[in-house]
């Protein structure tokens, strides 16, 4: 894992000083995503970076996802003289996860047709992906919080609408693929020994891209 995140930090210096960098551009994005690990949750994100040519960019794009969920059970029913029915629920556990992926991209953009409003996208990028998966017991009065990292990468394609000279709406469909880890040890045998959480899986993003601003 440091070989993978030494190599990713190298390709990052490099293209940063390697490209001749023309055009700055943001993006700022929300959308909605499915780990295996965890319940589907909502994504926002951004991304800066700088144009390479008339169809190709490169740039750092940063998520925020989050998913809380709780444990309940119904401890009594009672249903009133008029036929509304209440219930006394008792809250066992609160879950949060929270994923923090940090991915270098390059991307790539053409349009459908000649002086088409509509483009094609699409993007692959490497990165380090941080998870943060914590517990409240109220049961036991324990907390718990796990923390992950690991090498990820995430792939895109999707459509543009250029609305001005300097602004765009998109729509992308992703696939993230990453496999944090925590607590590399060894067994009694010997053998390393590892926890993981496997967020692979699919999801959407919807957008607006700002040419001209950025760094």
């Known amino acids: 894992m440091r070989l993978l995140f030494t190599g990713f930090m190298i390709m990052l210096l490099s293209v940063a000083s390697m490209v001749q960098a023309q055009v700055a ?38 998520n925020y996802f989050q998913r809380s969920y709780q444990r309940t059970v119904t401890v009594a029913t009672h249903v009133t003289e008029d036929g509304n029915v209440i219930q006394t629920v008792n809250k ?4 949060r996860t929270v994923i923090l ?3 270098l991209k390059i991307n790539y953009e053409h349009p459908m047709a000649p002086r088409s409003a509509l483009y ?9 992906q941080f998870v943060w998966n914590s517990e409240k017991n109220y049961l036991t009065g324990s907390s718990t919080t796990r923390f992950f990292n690991g090498f990820g990468w995430q792939a895109s394609v999707g459509v543009g609408l ?3 000279s300097s602004g765009n709406l998109f729509v992308d469909a992703f696939y993230n ?3 944090p880890t925590r607590g590399n040890t060894k067994n009694e045998a010997g053998l390393p020994t590892w926890q993981e959480l496997d967020l692979t899986g699919f999801g959407v993003k919807v957008g607006l891209s700002f040419v001209g601003f950025g760094w």
């Open 177 to 179: 693929n990453a496999k």
């Open 25 to 62: 551009y943001t993006e700022v994005k929300v959308g909605r995503q499915d780990p295996k690990a965890t319940k589907p949750g909502y994504l926002f994100g951004i991304m800066m970076g700088r144009s390479i040519d008339e169809s190709f960019s490169w740039g750092l794009e940063v």
């Open 92 to 95: 066992e556990m609160d879950f």
């Open 101 to 103: 992926p940090f991915i």
């Open 120 to 128: 094609l996208r699409g993007s692959a990028g490497l990165g380090w």
């Open 162 to 164: 250029a609305l001005s």
